[in-house]
């Protein structure tokens, strides 16, 4: 594992910590070979398409839109 997300996983508290842990095994184990990294101060999956984020009292996960042609975007709600 990266050191910077090793840090990042371990300064967070529980169940923020576990939750990040499981998340990125699911990621890792269902994206094989996906590039991890940190990347706006969170850890992103895939040239940046995933990320998780901790928050003072939950664990974001997103996805980018970056790539994705006009009919992909338009199966999502709300505005970019």
């Not at 009292?57 to 709300?78: P, Q, R």
């Amino acid at each position: 594992m990266n050191p910077d997300i090793r840090a990042y996983i371990n300064k967070q508290k529980t169940p923020q910590k576990d939750i990040l842990k499981e998340v990125r095994r699911i990621f890792l184990k269902t994206i094989p070979d996906c590039d991890e990294k940190m990347k706006w101060g969170v850890i992103t999956f895939a040239n940046e398409k995933f990320y998780l984020a901790a928050l003072k009292d939950k664990v974001h996960v997103g996805l980018s839109i970056k790539g994705l042609n006009k009919s992909e975007v338009s199966l999502f709600e709300g505005t970019v």
